[in-house]
Protein backbone atom coordinates (compact mmCIF):
# COMPACT_ATOMS: atom_id res chain seq x y z
CA UNK A 1 0.00 0.00 0.00
CA UNK A 2 1.16 3.80 -1.11
CA UNK A 3 2.14 6.00 2.52
CA UNK A 4 -0.77 8.79 0.74
CA UNK A 5 -2.92 7.64 -1.72
CA UNK A 6 -5.21 10.31 -4.00
CA UNK A 7 -7.74 9.65 -7.02
CA UNK A 8 -6.06 11.08 -9.83
CA UNK A 9 -8.95 12.21 -11.48
CA UNK A 10 -10.00 14.15 -13.26
CA UNK A 11 -13.37 15.39 -11.38
CA UNK A 12 -14.92 17.73 -13.97
CA UNK A 13 -18.38 18.86 -12.11
CA UNK A 14 -20.25 22.01 -13.22
CA UNK A 15 -20.30 25.30 -11.23
CA UNK A 16 -21.79 25.47 -7.72
CA UNK A 17 -21.79 21.83 -7.61
CA UNK A 18 -20.43 19.74 -4.16
CA UNK A 19 -17.60 18.01 -4.94
CA UNK A 20 -15.25 15.84 -2.38
CA UNK A 21 -12.03 14.11 -2.85
CA UNK A 22 -10.15 11.09 -0.14
CA UNK A 23 -6.57 10.06 0.58
CA UNK A 24 -6.14 7.03 2.15
CA UNK A 25 -2.61 7.05 3.97
CA UNK A 26 -1.03 4.18 5.47
CA UNK A 27 0.94 4.34 8.72
CA UNK A 28 -1.75 5.22 11.54
CA UNK A 29 0.78 6.96 13.89
CA UNK A 30 0.39 9.86 11.69
CA UNK A 31 -0.90 12.68 13.51
CA UNK A 32 -1.91 15.80 11.22
CA UNK A 33 -2.30 16.46 7.83
CA UNK A 34 -2.62 19.24 4.78
CA UNK A 35 -4.56 19.97 1.66
CA UNK A 36 -2.72 21.62 -0.98
CA UNK A 37 -3.72 23.13 -3.79
CA UNK A 38 -1.45 23.48 -6.84
CA UNK A 39 -2.75 25.14 -10.15
CA UNK A 40 -0.84 24.13 -13.30
CA UNK A 41 3.03 25.06 -13.81
CA UNK A 42 2.80 26.46 -10.40
CA UNK A 43 3.76 26.01 -7.07
CA UNK A 44 2.10 23.63 -4.39
CA UNK A 45 0.27 26.17 -1.64
CA UNK A 46 -1.23 25.21 1.48
CA UNK A 47 -4.79 25.20 1.50
CA UNK A 48 -5.95 23.90 4.91
CA UNK A 49 -4.21 21.90 8.07
CA UNK A 50 -5.94 19.23 9.75
CA UNK A 51 -4.73 18.95 13.07
CA UNK A 52 -8.06 16.88 14.90
CA UNK A 53 -11.19 15.53 13.28
CA UNK A 54 -11.22 17.94 10.96
CA UNK A 55 -11.39 21.87 9.83
CA UNK A 56 -13.39 24.58 8.04
CA UNK A 57 -12.46 27.28 5.90
CA UNK A 58 -15.82 28.71 3.78
CA UNK A 59 -16.40 26.13 1.24
CA UNK A 60 -13.94 23.63 2.08
CA UNK A 61 -14.20 21.54 4.80
CA UNK A 62 -11.35 19.09 5.45
CA UNK A 63 -12.51 15.69 7.51
CA UNK A 64 -10.12 13.23 8.86
CA UNK A 65 -11.38 9.50 9.92
CA UNK A 66 -8.35 7.88 11.86
CA UNK A 67 -9.68 4.50 12.42
CA UNK A 68 -10.35 4.12 8.78
CA UNK A 69 -7.50 6.12 7.88
CA UNK A 70 -8.11 8.93 5.37
CA UNK A 71 -8.68 12.16 4.44
CA UNK A 72 -11.42 13.92 2.80
CA UNK A 73 -11.53 17.71 0.71
CA UNK A 74 -15.19 18.73 0.74
CA UNK A 75 -15.62 21.84 -2.07
CA UNK A 76 -19.27 23.45 -1.34
CA UNK A 77 -20.79 25.40 -4.53
CA UNK A 78 -17.68 25.00 -6.79
CA UNK A 79 -16.14 28.26 -8.58
CA UNK A 80 -14.29 28.17 -12.11
CA UNK A 81 -11.23 29.16 -9.86
CA UNK A 82 -11.30 26.10 -7.98
CA UNK A 83 -10.37 24.09 -10.40
CA UNK A 84 -6.76 23.03 -9.39
CA UNK A 85 -4.93 20.09 -8.65
CA UNK A 86 -5.20 19.31 -4.65
CA UNK A 87 -2.70 17.23 -3.20
CA UNK A 88 -3.19 15.13 -0.06
CA UNK A 89 -0.14 15.89 2.56
CA UNK A 90 1.36 13.67 5.53
CA UNK A 91 4.10 13.79 8.00
CA UNK A 92 6.61 11.04 7.48
CA UNK A 93 5.86 9.30 10.99
CA UNK A 94 9.50 8.16 10.51
CA UNK A 95 10.88 11.66 11.05
CA UNK A 96 9.18 13.20 14.17
CA UNK A 97 9.13 16.53 14.09
CA UNK A 98 11.60 17.16 11.30
CA UNK A 99 9.30 17.70 8.90
CA UNK A 100 9.50 15.57 6.08
CA UNK A 101 6.18 15.36 4.27
CA UNK A 102 4.51 12.44 2.04
CA UNK A 103 3.08 14.37 -1.01
CA UNK A 104 0.29 11.77 -2.21
CA UNK A 105 0.50 12.17 -6.54
CA UNK A 106 -3.12 14.51 -6.30
CA UNK A 107 -6.60 15.16 -7.44
CA UNK A 108 -7.38 17.37 -10.37
CA UNK A 109 -10.59 19.10 -10.36
CA UNK A 110 -11.88 20.71 -13.75
CA UNK A 111 -15.23 23.53 -12.85
CA UNK A 112 -16.89 24.30 -15.98
CA UNK A 113 -19.29 26.71 -16.45
CA UNK B 1 7.26 39.37 3.94
CA UNK B 2 9.20 37.78 0.68
CA UNK B 3 8.83 33.99 0.00
CA UNK B 4 10.81 31.31 -0.84
CA UNK B 5 12.63 32.80 -3.93
CA UNK B 6 14.34 30.68 -6.55
CA UNK B 7 16.40 30.93 -9.50
CA UNK B 8 16.28 30.78 -12.00
CA UNK B 9 13.06 30.45 -13.16
CA UNK B 10 13.65 28.33 -16.40
CA UNK B 11 17.03 26.74 -17.53
CA UNK B 12 17.15 25.50 -20.48
CA UNK B 13 20.77 23.25 -21.23
CA UNK B 14 22.41 21.10 -23.32
CA UNK B 15 23.41 17.19 -21.49
CA UNK B 16 26.13 16.88 -20.19
CA UNK B 17 26.79 20.83 -18.25
CA UNK B 18 26.63 21.31 -14.91
CA UNK B 19 23.35 22.87 -13.52
CA UNK B 20 22.63 25.27 -10.71
CA UNK B 21 19.56 26.26 -8.85
CA UNK B 22 19.41 28.15 -6.32
CA UNK B 23 17.40 29.05 -3.09
CA UNK B 24 16.46 31.45 -0.58
CA UNK B 25 14.41 30.07 2.24
CA UNK B 26 12.25 32.37 4.70
CA UNK B 27 14.07 34.50 6.73
CA UNK B 28 13.52 32.63 10.11
CA UNK B 29 12.92 29.34 8.87
CA UNK B 30 14.83 26.03 10.50
CA UNK B 31 14.37 23.88 7.38
CA UNK B 32 15.18 23.73 3.79
CA UNK B 33 13.72 20.98 1.30
CA UNK B 34 14.71 20.31 -2.26
CA UNK B 35 11.86 19.01 -4.40
CA UNK B 36 11.16 17.59 -8.10
CA UNK B 37 8.22 17.10 -9.83
CA UNK B 38 7.10 15.10 -13.29
CA UNK B 39 4.31 13.80 -14.32
CA UNK B 40 4.84 10.16 -13.83
CA UNK B 41 6.71 10.79 -10.26
CA UNK B 42 5.01 13.66 -8.87
CA UNK B 43 6.77 15.15 -6.29
CA UNK B 44 9.71 13.66 -4.64
CA UNK B 45 11.61 15.06 -1.90
CA UNK B 46 15.34 15.41 -2.97
CA UNK B 47 16.81 16.57 0.19
CA UNK B 48 16.75 18.40 3.10
CA UNK B 49 18.22 20.89 5.61
CA UNK B 50 17.98 21.62 9.38
CA UNK B 51 19.83 24.66 10.56
CA UNK B 52 21.82 24.33 7.44
CA UNK B 53 23.06 20.65 7.71
CA UNK B 54 21.65 17.93 5.42
CA UNK B 55 19.54 15.49 7.59
CA UNK B 56 17.96 13.12 4.79
CA UNK B 57 19.63 12.60 1.19
CA UNK B 58 17.81 9.42 0.87
CA UNK B 59 16.02 10.50 -2.19
CA UNK B 60 18.98 12.40 -4.55
CA UNK B 61 18.63 9.98 -7.23
CA UNK B 62 22.64 9.65 -7.93
CA UNK B 63 25.68 10.79 -7.68
CA UNK B 64 25.36 13.63 -9.96
CA UNK B 65 23.28 15.49 -7.59
CA UNK B 66 24.78 17.89 -4.71
CA UNK B 67 23.28 20.20 -2.49
CA UNK B 68 24.84 22.61 0.27
CA UNK B 69 23.65 25.69 2.52
CA UNK B 70 26.37 27.31 3.03
CA UNK B 71 24.36 29.65 5.30
CA UNK B 72 21.08 30.33 6.87
CA UNK B 73 19.55 32.39 3.92
CA UNK B 74 21.17 30.59 1.03
CA UNK B 75 21.22 27.04 -0.88
CA UNK B 76 22.32 25.47 -3.90
CA UNK B 77 21.29 21.94 -5.93
CA UNK B 78 23.98 21.23 -8.61
CA UNK B 79 23.40 18.30 -10.90
CA UNK B 80 26.50 17.60 -12.17
CA UNK B 81 26.70 15.95 -15.43
CA UNK B 82 22.97 16.58 -16.31
CA UNK B 83 21.23 14.17 -18.56
CA UNK B 84 17.75 14.50 -20.43
CA UNK B 85 15.85 12.39 -18.10
CA UNK B 86 17.04 15.21 -15.38
CA UNK B 87 14.46 17.63 -17.03
CA UNK B 88 11.76 18.38 -14.27
CA UNK B 89 10.06 20.96 -12.12
CA UNK B 90 12.47 21.66 -9.41
CA UNK B 91 10.69 23.29 -5.69
CA UNK B 92 12.81 24.85 -3.07
CA UNK B 93 10.37 24.87 0.37
CA UNK B 94 11.34 26.34 3.64
CA UNK B 95 9.37 25.35 7.35
CA UNK B 96 9.76 27.22 10.96
CA UNK B 97 11.52 24.81 13.33
CA UNK B 98 8.81 25.30 15.96
CA UNK B 99 7.17 22.23 17.69
CA UNK B 100 4.34 20.56 16.15
CA UNK B 101 3.74 19.65 12.34
CA UNK B 102 4.17 22.77 9.88
CA UNK B 103 3.34 23.17 6.38
CA UNK B 104 6.06 24.23 4.09
CA UNK B 105 6.35 26.79 2.25
CA UNK B 106 7.26 26.44 -1.71
CA UNK B 107 9.73 28.63 -3.91
CA UNK B 108 8.05 29.37 -7.43
CA UNK B 109 9.96 26.28 -8.60
CA UNK B 110 12.65 26.18 -11.74
CA UNK B 111 11.67 24.64 -14.47
CA UNK B 112 14.74 22.50 -15.86
CA UNK B 113 14.99 21.32 -19.55
CA UNK B 114 18.12 18.93 -20.66
CA UNK B 115 18.37 18.72 -24.30
Known amino acids: RKEVEQDPGPFNVPEGATVAFNCTYSNSASQSFFWYRQDCRKEPKLLMSVYSSGNEDGRFTAQLNRASQYISLLIRDSKLSDSATYLC??????????????FGQGTTLQVKP | DAGVIQSPRHEVTEMGQEVTLRCKPISGHDYLFWYRQTMMRGLELLIY????????DSGMPEDRFSAKMPNASFSTLKIQPSEPRDSAVYFCASRPGTVGYQPQHFGDGTRLSIL
Open chain 1, 89 to 102: VVPSPLSGNTGKLI
Open chain 2, 49 to 56: FNNNVPID
